[in-house]
């Protein structure tokens, strides 16, 4: 089953609060039981792929002002059809950043979210099952970045700036848990 991957990977994600294993348990029974869940078609909600990008040293993660949401978020997009998340994560942020080099921070699922996007033209309101991977640009490659065609702007956030740009809970709980480390016991 294609959905399969998934779902191990999801098997395998530790929550780190209450919140985070409810978000957790709908993620898991949504893709269960939706066999086009990477489908953008799929018109109550779909999978997505977004990346936390941060720099070498780990202290600033880069930041896309999001050409049609109006609001500053992590890079990402559609799986359209793609099951491999991780993949489409990374093609995101490359495409969205034009930061060539980038690593994966980890195999895990870094966070996951579920979000409502809003209704606009004739897309219904619909939400996403958005699946965040941490990504890093390594040592000694640049970190300038290429605004795309889909962002206002991109910035590189300090950790203890963020709130400046974003009071997004998700964007908070993504910041505490890359500060905290990954290996941070879970919630049980």
């Not at 898991?28 to 078609?41: I, N, S």
């Not at 059809?81 to 495409?95: F, I, N, Q, S």
């Not at 300038?144 to 889909?150: L, N, Q, T």
């Not at 910035?155 to 890359?178: G, Q």
């Amino acid at each position: 089953m294609h959905r399969a991957p998934l779902l191990e990977l999801l098997k395998a994600y530790r929550p780190v609060d209450s919140d985070d294993a409810a978000c957790l348990a709908r993620f898991t029974a949504f893709v269960a039981v939706q066999p086009r869940c990477f489908e953008r078609g799929l018109e109550i909600g779909h999978v997505t792929g977004s990346a936390w990008i941060m720099d070498a040293a780990g202290g600033r993660v880069l930041l896309t002002h999001h050409a049609k949401l109006d609001i500053w978020v992590q890079p990402g997009g559609h799986c359209d059809g793609d099951p491999d998340v991780a993949a489409v994560a990374l093609k995101e942020a490359v495409e969205e950043t034009g930061l060539a080099t980038l690593e994966r921070a980890g195999a895990a699922i870094f966070d996951l979210d579920i979000h409502t996007i809003p209704a606009r033209g004739a897309t219904p309101a619909h939400e996403h099952f958005d699946v965040r991977f941490a990504l890093r640009v390594p040592a000694g490659v640049s970190e300038a970045f290429i605004v795309s065609d889909e962002s206002h702007d991109l910035a590189w956030v300090r950790m203890d700036e963020l709130e400046r740009y974003t009071c997004e809970r998700s964007m908070m709980r993504m910041r505490e848990k890359w500060l905290r480390g990954r290996d941070a016991r879970p919630f049980r």
